[in-house]
C-alpha cells in the first residue's frame, strides 16, 4: 500500500512538474542576430536594431544586456515583454580607431535559452 501511494505521488509531481515547465517559458525569436555595418566613418557612432519577439507563454523580462568592450553602448527594454509582444535591443558602436571590428551585444533574460549573444560587425575607415 505505501509503495502504491509513494509512486502515485511521484507519478503526479512529475506530470505537474511538466506541465508547469512548459507553462513559465518565456523564449526569443529574433529577426536578426547579427548586423554588419558595411564601411562606417572613424568618429560616427552607427546603431543596429535587433528586433524580437516573445514566443513563449509568459513575460520575457531581459535582465540586462552589455556589450563587449567600453565602445558599444546598449539599449534594452525594461518592461516585460508580454507573450506575442516585440521588443528592440540597440546596439550603438562608436569607431574610435580604424580597421575591422567585431563586437558583441550579451542578452540576459528568463528565456529558456539562456544568455544571447548578438553581433556586430564592420570596418572603419578614416
Known amino acids: 500500500m505505501k509503495k502504491v501511494t509513494v509512486l502515485s505521488f511521484l507519478l503526479t509531481f512529475l506530470v505537474a512538474s511538466v506541465v508547469f515547465a512548459g507553462a513559465v517559458a518565456a523564449a526569443f525569436k529574433w529577426g536578426e542576430t547579427q548586423h554588419n555595418f558595411g564601411k562606417i566613418q572613424q568618429g560616427k557612432p552607427v546603431t543596429a536594431e535587433f528586433t524580437f519577439t516573445n514566443a513563449g507563454q509568459q513575460p520575457l523580462i531581459v535582465s540586462g544586456a552589455r556589450g563587449s568592450c567600453g565602445c558599444t553602448g546598449v539599449e534594452y527594454p525594461k518592461e516585460p515583454i508580454m507573450p506575442g509582444a ?15 571590428f567585431n563586437k558583441t551585444v550579451t542578452v540576459e533574460s528568463n528565456a529558456e535559452a539562456g544568455a544571447v549573444y548578438l553581433e556586430i560587425r564592420g570596418e572603419v575607415v578614416e
Open 86 to 100: 516585440a521588443g528592440v535591443i540597440k546596439a550603438t558602436f562608436n569607431a574610435a580607431s580604424a580597421g575591422s
